[in-house]
C-alpha cells in the first residue's frame, strides 16, 4: 500500500525533527542573573535572547508600574530596587510573545517543574492519534 | 508567532473565536462536499502533527528568533481543512509548550488560517493555468508565510504597537521563513505530485 507507506514514512520523518536536541521553542523565558543592580535576561526556549522587547517592573504585591524600557539586543535589562519593594513582577513582551516571571530582590526567580520537551511532543501526538481515532469511529458509525 | 494572553483588546479576541468558529464549520461542509471526510483522516493527522512540532524548529535573526508555521504548506495539502488542522495543532501548542495564550487561540487561528486559505486559492487556480505545481505550490508556501505576519502586525497594531517595530521585529525576520518554507512546500508537493497526486486536494477535483 502506497499511502500506508508515505504516511509511515511522514510520521518517521516528524519524530525525527522532533526528538533532534537543537529544538526548541517559542516560549518565552523571563530569569534573573544578577543581584546588586538587579539584571534580568529575557529568552525563548533553546536561549535565543527577547532583543529588543518592551518591558514592564511592577510591585509584584501592589502591581504598581515601577520601569518600563527595551531589552538590550542580547535580551538583558536592568533596574535599581526600589525600597521596601522585595518582589517584582518582569514582563516582557516582543510582538506579542509574552513571558512573565517574580523575581524576589534577594536574586532568584521561581521556576516551575515540568515535563521535559520530547514528553511533552509525545503528549500532543497521542492526543492527535486519539482525536484521529474517535473521528474514524464517528465517520464509520455515520457510514453504516 | 503566537500570541500570548494579556496583550490584546477583548474585541479582537471575540473577532477571533467568531471568525475561527465558522471557518471550521464551513472548512467541515467544504471537506463533505469533496469527497469522504473519512479518507481524509489520516492525511489530516500526519499534517496536523508536523504543525504542531514545526513551531519547534526556530531561526535565530537577532534581535529576535523566528520559527517555522507550515500554514501554507497545510493549506495547499488539505484545502480548507487546514484551518480545523491548525486549530488543534495551536491548542496542543498552547497546553504542552506555552506557544501563546489559551484566550488568542481563535485569533492565531486566524492569522495562519485565513493565509493558508488563500493559498489553497491561489494554488488551485495556478494549477488550473497550467503552471507547474511545485512552482506554484513553492510561491504560495512563501505567500502564506508573507500574509500571516502582515495579520499579524495588524493585530498588533490594534494592541498599539508600531508599524516601523512591527517591521523591523515581525515581517522583515519572518524572510528567511518564507524562503525556508517556499522550498519545504515546493519539495512536498513535487513529491506528491510524482508518487501520490491524489493526496493533492487539487487533482481529486481535477479528475472528476
Request: net charge negative; hydrophobic share 50%.
Amino acid at each position: 500500500m502506497r499511502s500506508t507507506r508515505l504516511i509511515t514514512i511522514a510520521i518517521l520523518l516528524i519524530l525525527s525533527i522532533s526528538l533532534m536536541p537543537a529544538a526548541s521553542a517559542h516560549r518565552c523565558y523571563v530569569e534573573q542573573v544578577g543581584a546588586d543592580e538587579i539584571v534580568v535576561k529575557a529568552f525563548y526556549e533553546g536561549d535565543s535572547p527577547m532583543g529588543l522587547a518592551e518591558y514592564q517592573i511592577l510591585n509584584a504585591d501592589s502591581e504598581e508600574v515601577l520601569y518600563e524600557g527595551e531589552t538590550d539586543e542580547d535580551g538583558f535589562l536592568s533596574f535599581t530596587p526600589v525600597e521596601d519593594v522585595t518582589q517584582y513582577t518582569v514582563v516582557v513582551d516582543q510582538f506579542g510573545h509574552m513571558g512573565e516571571a517574580t523575581i524576589s530582590a534577594t536574586g532568584g526567580s521561581a521556576e516551575t517543574a515540568e515535563l521535559p520537551l520530547f514528553m511533552r511532543i509525545f503528549t500532543g501526538f497521542g492526543y492527535l492519534l486519539g482525536l484521529a481515532g474517535i473521528a474514524m469511529i464517528y465517520t464509520a458509525k455515520k457510514k453504516q | 508567532m503566537h500570541i500570548s494572553d494579556g496583550v490584546l483588546s477583548p474585541a479582537v479576541i471575540a473577532f477571533g473565536w467568531i471568525v475561527s468558529i465558522v471557518f471550521i464549520a464551513f472548512s467541515f461542509k467544504w471537506a463533505q462536499k469533496h469527497g469522504s471526510i473519512a479518507e481524509q483522516i489520516p492525511k489530516l493527522s500526519v499534517f496536523t502533527a508536523a504543525f504542531f512540532v514545526a513551531s519547534l524548529i526556530h531561526i535565530n535573526v537577532p534581535p529576535t528568533s523566528v520559527h517555522l508555521i507550515l500554514n501554507g504548506l497545510l493549506g495547499v495539502v488539505l484545502g480548507a481543512l487546514a484551518y480545523p488542522a491548525m486549530f488543534i495543532g495551536l491548542v496542543l501548542q498552547a497546553l504542552l509548550f506555552q506557544h501563546g495564550g489559551i484566550t488568542t487561540i481563535g485569533i492565531n487561528s486566524f492569522n495562519v488560517g485565513v493565509p493558508a486559505l488563500i493559498s489553497y486559492v491561489a494554488f488551485r487556480k495556478g494549477s488550473a493555468m497550467g503552471l507547474s505545481k511545485p512552482v506554484i505550490g513553492g510561491i504560495c508556501g512563501g505567500l502564506a508565510i508573507l500574509l500571516t505576519t502582515v495579520f499579524l502586525a495588524l493585530v498588533l497594531i490594534t494592541a498599539g504597537e508600531q508599524f516601523e517595530m512591527m517591521a523591523k521585529l515581525v515581517i522583515i525576520p519572518h524572510m528567511v521563513i518564507m524562503v525556508i518554507e517556499a522550498v519545504i512546500t515546493a519539495s512536498v508537493v513535487a513529491y506528491l505530485a510524482k508518487v501520490k497526486p491524489e493526496l493533492l486536494p487539487l487533482d481529486k477535483e481535477d479528475n472528476k
